[in-house]
């Protein structure tokens, strides 16, 4: 049986942006033809690509915790193999030039040209850096993260973000994650987030166009 054990360390959340109407209106679009031969439409496989590229991008050095949906949940227990500083930038920005280059290779392959399919250079990919203590437990067999940093990650995919950059590619990390992590932030925005049940918090928005 697994045994309980906590864990301190960056809890990342990769979240692609329009990931669900994208979804819905390839599946009106193609309920005639693919859907209806029991085909699947194009679409499904590029999103499949974006989401194994993301953690191809991040795992290791981050460990993954799971898919939810449109977001990869990874996270590391803090110790010499976590990048810091500028490597996790880095770390960032290689993720999120892979994400770029998939969805322009896909445009290219595929032979779709419904107003739908072509909605997939509008995709944006936002990440989410918080970091805290966790309790890794079993749950219905699988493993899950759980605790109250855990809850505030998932918490700041709500945010102000795409508002103050512009659009949807960006970087938030709260000040927990920049101090944890030795975070130059002279590139980014400092703002406040504030949530029900938790003190406001401040975060760092860096913009990845």
């Not at 979804?23 to 989401?51: K, N, W």
């Not at 110790?79 to 920005?93: E, M, Q, S, T």
């Not at 770029?100 to 779709?112: D, F, H, K, P």
């Not at 508002?163 to 920049?178: C, K, N, P, R």
Request: hydrophobic content about 45%; glycine content about 8%; charged content about 20%.
């Amino acid at each position: 049986m697994f045994q309980q054990r906590t864990g301190e360390g960056p809890l990342l959340l990769a979240d692609i942006s329009g990931y669900t109407s994208f979804l819905q209106d390839v599946a009106t679009a193609h309920a005639d033809d693919a859907f209806a031969d029991g085909a699947i439409p194009e679409a499904y496989r590029m999103m499949s690509s974006l989401l194994d590229g993301i953690v191809s991008a991040i795992v290791p050095p981050f460990t993954l915790s799971k898919l939810e949906g449109d977001a990869v949940f990874a996270f590391a227990r803090i110790g010499p193999d976590v990048p810091k500083g500028d490597a996790l930038l880095a770390c960032i920005r290689r993720c999120h030039a892979d994400f770029g280059a998939r969805i322009a290779q896909a445009g290219e392959l595929w032979t779709c040209s419904c107003n739908a399919c072509s909605r997939a250079h509008t995709l944006d990919l936002k990440f989410i850096l918080h970091a805290g203590r966790f309790v890794e437990q079993e749950i219905a067999g699988s493993r899950e993260l759980t605790g109250p940093e855990v809850v505030m990650a998932h918490r700041l995919l709500k945010n102000h973000g795409a508002e103050v950059v512009g659009h949807g590619s960006y970087a938030l990390l709260s000040d927990a994650a920049v101090s944890q992590l030795d975070v130059p932030t002279d590139a980014a925005v400092p703002t406040t987030e504030t949530y029900e049940h938790y003190k406001p918090i401040e975060v760092f928005l860096f913009d990845l166009h």
